[in-house]
């Protein structure tokens, strides 16, 4: 696939980033794209390799290696190549509904695989694929598609995240009414709010939501079911649901001085910075409760990185983020082949533009809080915190992390941001429906397919699998809708 010689003749390339003194200073997206002409010259890197774990999505080493969604990466990067834009569309189309997401804020399973990654670097599959959506949206090929003939089936989805617009889309395609309940002011779940606008701006959302309803998909927002509308109300009105509302329940730090005014969890924060951005339209900035403090994130992984590049935008004084675990190698261990999913060290934008402005990259390794401190007035002003370090239970084999003694300090601090991650569903949506919980608090649903205890509903996304990427929230969404349509024809025969 590609050009047989390309690997050999052409490096790797991306698009521009704008420097992080730059980029700092608005909201913006900063990844730009390369020229058709310049991408197509990515695409001939793709060799023939003969084994291309790149569209594999299997578990390797116990992670997943290569794309959940089973794109025909070389089929696509083939296409790119010879500059057959609207065939890589098309291709891309029969596997994916949502690109416009994932090459924008996917870790790239599928590069992580490359073959050509084993001894250079990868085909910019990412990239390529962000290229070939933006191509077709540019070149009127993104259409709205109302089915020509409707089932008489109505399908409510709870939820507007990535699992709950695949899901639609793939309904919708069917002949199936689609409704989408969402509990937010605007749709889009995770997408509109969870991923800071400079990650993905949310005009992108907004234009994938007028396809969905120009297509006959209809949105309903600010509707919290379980509250607003029971669950038996919404199974009297439609012939299945599907529930699709994510891993909402944040993992808290129950910790001395946790009830001090100024400490949020990571999801509520982001949610109010992007939503007083767009109540705005972007005119305003809202940092009175950023500018100027002294912000310690809790958390390593990209919400806590999202956090870092957010408060950094409004104003901090200083940026601390703390990293439970060590810190990871350079290079992949012995014990990490690949084409096994990387373990080293990734150092993302926000820890980047933490590195531009401060001076030095934010994250302590090894670090957890014991304590907060407040002020007279209720205010967190400070936190304990105390080294980690790896131990060994003899009992159960696993490796802990434990405190060192001796080891703890004080660290200043007028901004809490809580993202160390997510315990499960919140559980009020599978009561009104009357569902069990898994023990990790996930709606429990029958083994290796997505129906809950009543056959008439469904779970998929994180709500099903836990806390997780975009792209595996995609491949569930249509996943189960595939069960959903099979359940209601007796057949599925997707489109």
């Known amino acids: ?41 990515q695409g001939a890197r793709c060799m023939d390799c003969g084994v291309p774990f790149c569209q594999a999505g299997v578990t390797i ?31 891309l189309s029969r596997t994916h509904c949502l690109p416009e997401f994932t090459s924008r804020v996917c870790p790239a399973l599928c590069e992580s695989a490359c073959t050509c990654g084993l001894h250079a670097d990868p085909v910019s599959t990412r990239e390529n694929e962000r290229a070939v959506i933006e191509y077709a949206f540019a070149h009127g090929l993104v259409n709205a598609r109302p089915p020509k003939v409707r089932t008489g089936k109505r399908v409510a989805v709870v939820g507007s995240g990535p699992a709950g617009l695949a899901a639609a889309i793939q309904l919708n395609r069917r002949g199936h009414s689609v409704t989408i309940y969402e509990r937010n002011d605007r749709p889009g779940g995770l997408l509109r709010y969870g991923i800071p606008n400079m990650k993905l701006e949310k005009d992108v959302v907004d234009r994938r939501v007028r396809l969905m309803e120009e297509s006959g998909i209809r949105f309903v927002c600010n509707t919290n079911i379980g509250k607003d509308v029971s669950g ?29 005014l100024g400490i949020w969890f990571a999801v509520d924060f982001l949610t109010m910075v992007t939503r007083r951005l767009l109540d705005s339209n972007f005119s305003g900035t809202p940092d009175e409760p ?16 999202d956090c870092v590049g957010t408060v950094i935008r409004l104003g901090a004084s200083s940026v601390t983020q ?10 992949c261990a012995q014990n990490n082949p690949w084409p096994e999913w990387p373990r080293v060290l990734k150092t993302d934008y926000g820890q980047e533009e933490a590195a531009s402005v401060f001076g030095c990259d934010p994250r302590i390794y090894q670090t957890t809080v014991t304590g907060f401190k407040k002020d007279p007035k209720g205010n967190v002003c400070g936190a304990r915190l ?54 990790r608090m996930n709606v429990a649903t029958q083994a290796d397919g997505y129906r809950t205890g009543n056959d008439r509903v469904f779970a998929a996304g994180d709500m099903r699998r836990g806390q997780s990427l975009v792209v595996w929230a995609i491949a569930e969404g249509r996943e189960a809708a595939r069960e959903v349509d099979e359940s209601l024809m007796g057949y599925s025969n997707p489109v």
């Open 1 to 41: 696939m590609g050009k047989p010689t390309g690997f050999l003749e052409y490096e790797r390339r991306n698009g521009q980033i704008t420097a992080p003194a730059d980029r700092i200073q608005n909201f913006r997206e900063f990844h730009g794209m390369l020229s058709w002409e310049e991408q197509r010259l």
């Open 322 to 331: 703390l990293e439970m675990m060590p810190k990871a190698p350079e290079r």
């Open 61 to 91: 080493g116990g992670m997943v290696s290569g794309c959940p969604l089973h794109n025909l990466v070389p089929e696509i990067n083939d296409m790119v190549y010879r500059g057959n834009w609207e065939q890589a569309y098309i291709r």
């Open 386 to 439: 105390v080294t980690l370090k790896p131990e060994k239970d003899e009992t159960t084999g696993r490796v802990n992390m434990v405190p060192v003694e001796g080891s703890e300090k004080e660290i200043p601090a007028d901004l809490v941001l809580i993202a160390a991650g997510f315990l499960g569903s919140e559980p009020s949506v599978a009561e009104a429906f009357g569902l069990k919980l898994d023990g």
């Open 232 to 260: 038996q109300e919404l199974l009297k009105q439609y012939d299945r649901v599907l529930l699709a509302c994510g891993a909402g329940t944040p993992r808290d730090i129950a910790v001395p001085g946790r009830d001090a």
């Open 290 to 305: 950023v500018r100027g403090r002294r912000v310690l994130v809790i958390g390593g992984g990209d919400t806590g990185n």
